[in-house]
C-alpha cells in the first residue's frame, strides 16, 4: 500500500509553453501532499505544500504565479509550470502523507522537465 | 528553525564490507522523528529506516541500523554486509511530531554511497 504515481514521467517542451505535472495517491487518501524541486546531485528543495481545498503553502523564493498548484482531492495534486524558461528544467518529485500511524511521506517517482 | 547535516558528501565501500554514514541535527523539539532515505539512480526516494526521538532503543532493519544519539544530536546510518544495490544517495531527515504538523520534511544535503565489487 502506500503508492504514489507521478505523470508524467519525462516532458521536454518549449520555452514559454506551460506544463502540468500530476501527482496522484493511489491507494490512501492524502492529507497533505507536497512538491519538490532537485537539482543535479543536490539534496530536495521543498517548494510547496498542499492540502485539499486549500491554497498552497510555497516556501520562501518560490514563485507561486509560476508554479501553480491545484489540490482539487483528496488523492490528486497538480503542478503546473506556466510560461516555461530553460532554467525551469529540473526534476520534480511530489510526495503525499496520510495521518496515521504519523505523517510518513510516500515519495512519487518524479518528472523530469526539460525545457528547450 | 531546525538543520540536518551531513558532512560526508561521498564515500564508498567494498561489497560485503561495513559502512557508517553520519547526521547531525539541529533543534529545538523534543519530539520528532528522524529518517534515512535511500534515492537509487532511479531516483525513486526510498525510507530505508525510521527513528522516533522518544524512543532510546535504536532502530534496525535488516542490515539497516541507527545510531541516536539525542543528546549529541547524532543519527548515524550504519550498512552492514553492503550490497551493489545500496549503492545511491543517501539523506537523512528530520519531521517534527506536533499537533497540527502537516510533516514536512527537513532533508540534509546528501551522502552519495558507491559499493565497489
Known amino acids: 500500500g502506500a503508492v504514489v504515481s507521478q505523470h508524467p514521467s519525462r516532458v521536454i517542451c518549449k520555452s514559454g509553453t506551460s506544463v502540468k505535472i500530476e501527482c496522484r495517491s493511489l491507494d490512501f487518501q492524502a492529507t497533505t501532499m507536497f512538491w519538490y524541486r532537485q537539482f543535479p546531485k543536490q539534496s530536495l528543495m521543498l517548494m510547496a505544500t498542499s492540502n485539499e481545498g486549500s491554497k498552497a503553502t510555497y516556501e520562501q523564493g518560490v514563485e507561486k504565479d509560476k508554479f501553480l498548484i491545484n489540490h482539487a482531492s483528496l488523492t490528486l495534486s497538480t503542478l503546473t509550470v506556466t510560461s516555461a524558461h530553460p532554467e525551469d528544467s529540473s526534476f520534480y518529485i511530489c510526495s503525499a502523507t496520510r495521518d496515521y500511524p504519523y505523517n510518513e511521506q510516500f515519495f512519487g517517482p518524479g518528472t523530469r522537465l526539460t525545457v528547450l | ?117
Open chain 2, 1 to 117: 528553525a531546525q538543520t540536518v547535516t551531513q558532512s560526508q558528501p561521498e564515500m564508498s565501500v567494498q561489497e560485503a564490507e561495513t559502512v557508517t554514514l553520519s547526521c547531525t541535527y539541529d533543534t529545538s523539539e523534543s519530539n520528532y522523528y528522524l529518517f534515512w532515505y535511500k534515492q537509487p539512480p532511479s531516483r525513486q526516494m526510498i525510507l530505508v529506516i525510521r527513528q522516533e526521538a522518544y524512543k532510546q532503543q535504536n532502530a534496525t532493519e535488516n542490515r539497516f541500523s541507527v545510531n541516536f544519539q539525542k543528546a549529541a544530536k547524532s543519527f548515524s546510518l550504519k550498512i552492514s554486509d553492503s550490497q551493489l544495490g545500496d549503492t545511491a544517495m543517501y539523506f537523512c531527515a528530520f519531521m517534527k511530531q506536533s499537533r497540527g504538523s502537516q510533516g514536512n520534511l527537513i532533508f540534509g544535503k546528501g551522502t552519495k554511497l558507491s559499493v565497489k565489487p
